[in-house]
């Protein structure tokens, strides 16, 4: 690990929210490739450490690995979060992999109406507005939040559960 | 066109209630249990086989929500028509026939989809039992900058004002201790240095108005001394109230 990952390293480690690679590029004054690179080397660094690198789409933080939750929570006892319905995970699911989506799409899945599950979740922080559709009315588009990842003990989107079924073709069929 | 996702797209109450029971919350995941009892495979199971079961099953249901109920039923329609269609194999089939062999096929493409996001739906669940958390760093007196505004004194009042109504008067006959407001901040100040509490859930622990007023008038008092921050990350959001490192 060079001194630029070390650096971002420390930036992460003292900063109480997730930061965005552009704020990464200002506080060292690198380019966005470069700090692009020296993210990935701090990933790998950190592997088998009790610390991770967690990413949500632009958003980079640390955070504990999942594994040791419970080691973290009998030391520390932080606050963590209620449990959520059956339709609220299956909602989760569909924003996660379909983000950005709209309310209307999420209710053609399930096949229900979805309006307070989704307010439920977006008052959890678990997913929050990300844009507008271009259809009629511009519908809210949803998208997941770093809380998501944190709560699911995720590093990034990419580690998302994937279906075992076969056939399950989730993201080709994401449309606005 | 007018499938029941078409249906559920429509505005329904926002009062309707998602309750997570084995209860069935739409045609969709009734057919699709269903489907999985009959047949591994959705695509080689035939609908107008679950018809009856389908049936059974919601004539056994009470559906208060009449708009929930045409749902159900509508679906019921469709499949008494497709296994009407199949009892009478051989003649070559009108468009009405032919269109719903089509849509046939778009319920096992919609059934399929919802199975595998209800998959990674459990596998979400299972996380969560797990409680395989990922923990953020703490706040700490490193402050990112951009992210909360100074406080306004008026957010705090406004913020007591919004629960006082929510804690009992005080009785007449006093059971409960009497604070003082040294007290208060001194039970305070011991809680702060374990870490931040949240200004309305330390307001709500109070058991009667007048405990409520003194934790408010302590939390103003250390605000006062400076001896706390206070941090707000948005409007109407959470109040977060924070011992301050003396001399950090």
């Given at each position: 690990?060079?001194?630029?990952?070390?650096?971002l390293?420390?930036?992460l480690?003292?900063?109480?929210?997730?930061?965005?690679?552009?704020?990464l590029?200002?506080a060292?004054?690198?380019?966005r490739?470069?700090?692009?690179?020296?993210?990935e080397?701090?990933?790998?660094?950190?592997?088998?450490?009790?610390v991770?690198?967690?990413r949500?789409?632009?958003?980079?933080?640390l955070?504990t690995?999942?594994?040791?939750?419970?080691?973290?929570?009998r030391?520390?006892r932080?606050?963590?979060?209620?449990?959520?319905?059956?339709?609220?995970?299956?909602?989760l699911?569909?924003?996660?992999?379909?983000q950005?989506?709209s309310?209307?799409?999420?209710?053609e899945?399930?096949?229900?109406?979805?309006?307070s599950?989704?307010?439920?979740?977006?008052?959890?922080?678990?997913?929050?507005?990300?844009?507008r559709?271009?259809g009629?009315?511009?519908?809210?588009?949803?998208?997941?939040?770093?809380?998501f990842l944190?709560?699911?003990?995720?590093?990034?989107?990419?580690?998302?559960?994937?279906?075992?079924?076969?056939?399950?073709?989730?993201?080709?069929?994401?449309?606005? | 066109m007018?499938?029941?996702?078409a249906?559920a797209?429509?505005?329904?109450g926002?009062?309707e209630l998602?309750?997570s029971t084995?209860?069935?919350?739409?045609?969709?995941?009734?057919?699709?249990?269903?489907?999985?009892r009959?047949?591994?495979?959705?695509?080689?199971?035939?609908?107008a086989?679950?018809?009856?079961?389908?049936?059974?099953?919601?004539?056994?249901?009470?559906?208060?929500?009449?708009?929930?109920m045409?749902?159900?039923?509508?679906?019921?329609?469709?499949?008494?028509?497709?296994?009407?269609m199949?009892l009478l194999p051989?003649e070559?089939?009108n468009?009405?026939?032919?269109e719903?062999?089509?849509?046939?096929?778009?319920?096992?493409?919609?059934?399929?989809?919802?199975?595998?996001?209800?998959?990674?739906?459990?596998?979400?669940l299972?996380?969560?039992?797990q409680e395989?958390?990922a923990?953020?760093?703490?706040?700490?007196?490193?402050?990112?900058?951009?992210?909360?505004q100074?406080?306004?004194?008026?957010?705090?009042?406004?913020?007591?004002?919004?629960?006082?109504a929510?804690?009992p008067?005080?009785?007449i006959?006093?059971?409960?201790?009497?604070?003082?407001?040294q007290e208060k901040?001194?039970?305070i100040?011991?809680?702060?240095?374990?870490?931040?509490i949240?200004?309305?859930?330390?307001?709500?622990?109070?058991?009667d108005?007048?405990?409520?007023?003194?934790?408010?008038?302590?939390?103003?008092?250390?605000?006062?001394?400076?001896?706390?921050?206070?941090?707000?990350k948005?409007?109407?959001?959470?109040?977060?109230?924070?011992?301050?490192?003396?001399?950090?």
């Amino acid at each position: 690990m060079n001194d630029v990952s070390a650096a971002l390293e420390a930036i992460l480690f003292s900063s109480n929210r997730p930061l965005k690679v552009r704020e990464l590029q200002q506080a060292i004054d690198a380019d966005r490739n470069s700090v692009e690179g020296a993210l990935e080397s701090l990933r790998e660094a950190l592997e088998g450490r009790g610390v991770m690198l967690m990413r949500h789409h632009d958003e980079i933080h640390l955070a504990t690995r999942p594994e040791f939750a419970s080691a973290v929570r009998r030391a520390l006892r932080p606050e963590v979060s209620g449990r959520l319905s059956q339709a609220a995970y299956e909602t989760l699911a569909i924003v996660a992999y379909q983000q950005p989506v709209s309310r209307a799409r999420i209710e053609e899945v399930r096949g229900v109406n979805c309006e307070s599950v989704l307010a439920n979740l977006e008052l959890r922080d678990l997913i929050t507005e990300v844009g507008r559709g271009s259809g009629p009315g511009q519908p809210k588009l949803y998208g997941t939040t770093m809380r998501f990842l944190q709560v699911m003990g995720l590093e990034s989107l990419d580690n998302l559960p994937t279906p075992k079924s076969e056939g399950a073709e989730l993201s080709a069929r994401a449309s606005g | 066109m007018d499938s029941p996702a078409a249906g559920a797209g429509r505005t329904l109450g926002a009062a309707e209630l998602t309750v997570s029971t084995p209860v069935f919350e739409g045609p969709l995941e009734l057919l699709l249990a269903l489907v999985e009892r009959e047949e591994v495979d959705i695509f080689k199971v035939s609908l107008a086989k679950v018809t009856d079961a389908y049936l059974a099953e919601i004539a056994s249901r009470e559906i208060p929500d009449p708009q929930e109920m045409a749902e159900f039923l509508w679906m019921a329609a469709r499949l008494l028509l497709l296994k009407s269609m199949r009892l009478l194999p051989g003649e070559t089939p009108n468009d009405e026939e032919t269109e719903l062999l089509g849509w046939e096929d778009e319920v096992r493409q919609r059934l399929e989809e919802y199975r595998a996001y209800k998959e990674i739906a459990g596998e979400l669940l299972e996380r969560a039992v797990q409680e395989s958390f990922a923990f953020p760093p703490p706040a700490r007196p490193v402050e990112a900058g951009g992210q909360e505004q100074a406080l306004d004194v008026d957010i705090l009042v406004a913020a007591f004002n919004s629960v006082l109504a929510r804690i009992p008067p005080r009785p007449i006959v006093v059971q409960g201790r009497t604070w003082t407001l040294q007290e208060k901040l001194d039970l305070i100040t011991d809680r702060l240095r374990d870490g931040p509490i949240e200004l309305v859930e330390l307001i709500l622990e109070s058991e009667d108005r007048l405990e409520a007023v003194i934790t408010f008038v302590a939390v103003l008092e250390l605000v006062r001394r400076s001896a706390v921050r206070v941090r707000q990350k948005e409007r109407f959001g959470p109040i977060h109230v924070e011992w301050r490192e003396v001399g950090a």
